[in-house]
């Protein structure tokens, strides 16, 4: 009965194909560790004469004797004429990412606006300073009224910009107006009336 390539095992570098691969698993099972190796070296050989680019190479080249380690699953116990690369080597595991500290309190309005409140706090004052501040705000006062449109009021922005710059930007929410926005959800309360 014919085997099909889905019932064989996958190949491990598909380059080689399969008759190398198979020539590699046999070579794993020869017991006597001479025999073994000099079975390894007639693949080296083979190896090196599929490839036109490798034609010329010397038989204890580095690339090729890897790729018979990786072929074997690094199992392969023989007198390797260099360096192999060992399985930690070819897949190293990845280093950690260290994760900043930050605050969740004001993971609402981004990492942007927390940014943009620390540098217009550090700005002397004046028409301009003023100015940044309304659009900030503004901008708050939107992205709480995505999250929660109850929790957008103007004295809850004014209070968070305070607590954002470290005291730096106070202001008053009496005297102080926002403008007002539609919430996400307000807006889809008129349904429209369909016709008989």
């Given at each position: 009965m014919i085997k099909y390539n889905t019932q064989l095992p996958q190949l491990?570098?598909?380059?080689y194909g399969r008759n190398i691969q198979e020539l590699v698993e046999h070579c794993l099972t020869i017991e006597d560790r001479e025999e073994r190796t000099k079975y390894a070296y007639s693949i080296a050989n083979i190896m090196i004469r599929l490839f036109p680019e490798h034609n010329g190479e010397d038989i204890n080249s580095r690339e090729v004797w890897d790729n018979i380690n990786v072929i074997s699953g690094f199992n392969l116990d023989i007198d390797y004429p260099c360096e192999v690369l060992s399985e930690?080597?070819?897949r190293p595991s990845p280093s950690r990412i260290p994760y900043a500290k930050k605050s969740d309190?004001?993971?609402?309005?981004?990492?942007?606006?927390?940014?943009?409140?620390?540098?217009?706090?550090?700005?002397?004052?004046?028409v301009e300073k003023d100015k940044m501040i309304f659009l900030v705000a503004n901008q708050m006062k939107k992205l709480l009224l995505n999250i929660n449109a109850d929790s957008a009021t103007d004295s809850r922005v004014l209070k968070d910009i305070g607590e954002i710059s470290g005291?730096?930007?106070?202001?008053?929410?009496?005297?102080?107006r926002l403008n007002d926005y539609i919430g996400v959800n307000e807006g889809s309360d008129n349904k429209k009336k369909k016709k008989k």
């Open positions: 491990k570098l598909r380059e930690t080597e070819l309190r004001f993971r609402c309005y981004g990492d942007n606006i927390v940014g943009m409140i620390r540098e217009i706090s550090k700005m002397e004052g004046g005291g730096r930007i106070e202001i008053d929410p009496v005297s102080y």
